[in-house]
């Protein structure tokens, strides 16, 4: 199935599981319907299994969200307990959609509590107390962990209300991760229970082999090994000045403790000029994703480091934020810049991870999928340096690989239906879904100042088109407003605006322009700037970028 019809299907209302290898495009088809929920005013929960996946879709954990914590069983007492904690009746009330992404690591029983809770919160005995319920995930990846005295645990699809969901298998079958065809066919061998010799010479051809990145690999542990110990000893190494960027926090202390906790950006990040990094975010307007690598080349005039990846582009690394929002409201917000130091990681925290060239150990794999897991984390043969296999890494869940194959049946089942469906009766279904749960929250905000409205939208990370498109404004009176919440101290991240509009170059031209004007003038007026960048720079460019520049 593609995203195109998967999104189709999610449109409808309908509860979804969707499913795919690594690299098919889940988290991509999940952030295009979170965009269409929040443009349509239809209240989204977005959650995951655990918190750094949670951080990748700018949500929390399922088991923070819905108040169930660690709990392993729920009694009356429990329920009216949670029951009685306002914030929690609000947040089930309003919400119509919940998202549970990397729910291959949810335990099956935690599942059923979840749905139990819903149907308590919501006074309706449908599945989920009668919520859109979507589902994200790959039963190949790694399984759900336990701990010690708790239940054992299953997979989600273990679960009582599994069955009684009616779920509609979206399985998605585009790749885009893997760019080499024949990687791509080892990695589905794998996935398949189909390891023979030519997949296994495939992998002897890579073993101990340099990778062919400029860059160098990227070391993956399959145990929890000190990953700190291994990353800061090779910094050490490097001579030259250390500069130490701290996380910032803002919001309710145990919301921010809990995405530090989740973000793979540490709290205290030092780095060195020649120090080898990660990106630990996608940001495909700046040109990285989530797993890119690199090296520390330098800083610019803002102390934001300068990092060279294997194309030999120089990114820039400026902050970026994590946030826990809901109902349009962020709750708790980090803020850090999106690195973190990249000599070594465990497999657990690659997941969703997409690699150029990694240094795989697989030689003490402990649980079927550790090695499929992995592997499937780069982009090409030639970027794999194999140290070592053992017989459990390739296999893959038995129970797992049976299953599979009844999902990728039912998606297919539910392709032919929606190929045999006339585009009228879609869009009258999707309008239905619409008119059912959009919220009126849209009426209450007609009492707020007009730049007030326009943080809203900025909240939502829209950009500066589509804020104006959305209030039916010229871009020059978004400025305005922009301007007037900055005056006004207002706590708004605008910097994914600058990132859109501004090329580093030409920023740093508007930068410098305004830096000598400021010297010789003591203000910020436009116009000497104007005039000392000529016509090719226009008078709402300018107006844009000094909001970012700091004259002090």
């Known amino acids: 199935m593609t ?35 929040r443009e349509k005013n239809i209240e989204v929960a977005v959650t995951a299994s655990t918190g750094i996946a949670a951080t990748h879709l700018g949500g929390m954990t399922i088991h923070s969200w819905s108040g169930l914590g660690v709990k392993d069983s729920l009694s009356e007492w429990d329920i009216d307990m949670l029951e009685s904690k306002q914030n929690l009746w609000k947040r089930y009330q309003a919400t119509k959609v919940l998202i549970i992404d990397e729910i291959s690591m949810l335990h099956h029983f935690r599942f059923d509590l979840l749905d139990r809770l819903c149907r308590s919160f919501k006074r309706n005995e449908a599945a989920f107390g009668g919520l859109q319920v979507v589902l994200c995930g790959d039963f190949f990846q790694l399984p759900p962990v336990s701990r010690a005295g708790e ?27 893997q760019s080499d065809s024949a990687y791509f066919s080892l990695l589905s061998a794998i996935r ?3 390891v023979d010799e030519e997949v296994l010479e495939h992998l002897r051809s ?12 990227t070391k993956l542990f399959s145990h929890n090994v000190d990953i700190d110990v291994i990353n800061n000893n090779e910094l050490e190494k490097l001579s030259g000045e250390a500069r130490t960027f701290q996380m910032v926090f803002r919001g309710r202390k145990p919301l921010t403790d809990l995405l530090a906790r989740s ?12 120090a080898r990094v990660m990106f630990v975010k996608n940001n495909y307007e700046k040109g990285f994703i989530n797993g890119t690598l690199g090296e520390i080349v330098g800083y610019d005039e803002a102390n934001n480091p300068l990092v060279k990846i294997s194309s030999g582009k120089i990114l820039t690394a400026s902050l970026e934020s994590w946030r826990i929002e809901e109902e349009g409201k962020v709750l708790a917000e980090i803020i850090q810049v999106p690195l973190r130091l990249a000599w070594a990681i465990t497999i657990h925290k690659s997941q969703g991870m997409s690699l150029e060239a990694a240094e795989i150990d697989l030689s003490k794999s402990f649980v079927a999928g550790m090695g499929y897991v992995a592997l499937s984390r780069v982009r090409n043969l030639e970027g794999l340096t194999l140290l070592g296999l ?15 194959q009844k999902l990728r049946q039912q998606s297919e089942e539910a392709r032919a239906e929606l190929s045999e469906m006339d585009p009228e009766t879609i869009e009258r279904l999707q309008e239905e879904f ?26 939502e990370k829209m ?78 460019e300018l107006r844009l970028a000094r909001l970012f520049i700091d004259l002090e």
Request: with cysteine; proline share 3%.
């Open 3 to 37: 995203q195109a019809e998967a999104l189709t299907i999610l449109k409808m209302g309908k509860n979804v599981y969707l499913s795919g290898p690594a690299g098919s495009g889940k988290t991509h088809t999940l952030r295009a319907y979170i965009a269409y929920l």
């Open 151 to 177: 239940r054992a645990p299953e997979f989600a699809y273990k679960s009582k209300i599994w069955k009684e969901m009616d779920l509609t298998v979206c399985y998605l079958s585009e790749q885009h991760r």
């Open 192 to 194: 398949e229970n189909n």
């Open 206 to 217: 890579r073993f101990k082999k340099r990778s062919s990145s400029t860059l160098p690999p």
């Open 263 to 274: 973000c793979l950006a540490p709290e205290k990040l030092t780095l060195k000029i020649g």
């Open 390 to 404: 053992n017989q459990t890494a390739l296999l893959v869940n038995g129970e797992v690989f049976e299953v599979d």
């Open 434 to 459: 619409v008119r059912r749960n959009a919220s009126t929250k849209t009426k209450n905000n007609e009492n707020l100042s007009t730049h007030h409205k326009t943080k809203l939208l900025v909240l």
């Open 463 to 540: 950009s500066l088109e589509k804020i104006a498109k959305e209030r039916e404004l010229k871009e020059g009176t978004i400025i305005d407003h922009l301007e007037t919440l900055i005056e006004d101290n207002e706590q708004i991240d605008i910097s994914y605006i600058k990132s859109a509009k501004f090329s580093d170059s030409r920023f740093k031209k508007i930068e410098k322009a305004f830096k000598k004007s400021f010297e010789k003038h003591g203000d910020t007026r436009l116009t000497p700037v104007k005039i000392m960048l000529g016509p090719g720079f226009s008078y709402e």
